[in-house]
């Protein structure tokens, strides 16, 4: 006889994921000034839980109750409860630090363009892809704001103008299409991952 456990049978195997909705309760605390000094930080999310969402509506309304009641015990602000659709936990999980971080980007580089027009600033513009910031620095065209970054693949780079402002929507588009195009992930102008 063999220890090795036994294949488990094809017909227990699910190898069809459907979407279903998922309940994430994420952390959003703030990290401090000290740890977003750091080269490297960018805003991140911390998945605490995630739970399958009951299919009965009266198991569903008491499920929200008690993960809601939860974050309220645990009396911390950063703590709350998040729905996602989503193929399984971990996608559910990713989705929740995915839209963190594209949301903390997005408010970022509005404050950076912000931040130029009302000094009256137009020129080239270097915002890296990771957390929206730049090097607080307009310059006179594109080989310029490329040269002068210590990672140039990193970031995306646009003119900006007094004439042309920018919508918190339009630096979302932009964000998420320039990431999407670095990955190599376009095709015909639309990207092929979630």
């Known amino acids: 006889m063999s220890s090795a456990a036994a294949?488990?049978?094809?017909?227990?195997v699910d190898l069809h994921k459907s979407?279903?909705?998922?309940?994430?309760?994420?952390?959003?605390?703030?990290p401090g000034w000290a740890e977003r000094r750091k080269e490297d930080w960018h805003p991140?999310?911390?998945?605490?839980?995630?739970?399958r969402q009951a299919d009965h509506p009266a198991e569903r309304r008491a499920q929200w109750e008690e993960l809601t009641g939860s974050c309220?015990?645990?009396?911390?602000?950063?703590?709350?409860?998040?729905?996602?659709?989503?193929?399984?936990?971990?996608?559910?999980?990713?989705?929740?630090?995915r839209e963190y971080t594209l949301s903390s980007a997005v408010a970022r580089m509005g404050e950076v363009?912000?931040?130029?027009?009302?000094?009256?600033?137009?020129?080239?513009?270097?915002?890296?892809?990771?957390?929206g910031g730049s090097d607080g620095e307009l310059y006179g065209d594109y080989e310029d704001a490329w040269t002068a970054?210590?990672?140039?693949?990193?970031?995306?780079?646009?003119?900006?103008?007094?004439?042309?402002?920018?919508t918190p929507r339009m630096c979302e588009e932009h964000l998420e299409f320039t990431t999407h195009l670095r990955h190599g992930c376009m095709v015909y102008g639309r990207p092929t991952c979630r």
């Open 7 to 12: 294949p488990t049978p094809a017909y227990r």
């Open 19 to 30: 979407p279903a909705v998922y309940l994430v309760i994420v952390d959003d605390r703030d």
């Open 44 to 51: 991140r999310r911390r998945v605490v839980y995630v739970e």
């Open 72 to 97: 309220l015990d645990a009396e911390s602000e950063s703590l709350s409860v998040q729905t996602y659709t989503a193929v399984s936990h971990a996608h559910a999980a990713s989705l929740a630090r």
């Open 113 to 131: 363009i912000a931040t130029h027009l009302e000094d009256g600033g137009s020129g080239w513009v270097a915002i890296r892809l990771t957390d």
């Open 149 to 166: 970054q210590e990672h140039p693949e990193r970031c995306t780079y646009f003119p900006i103008s007094p004439l042309t402002p920018w």
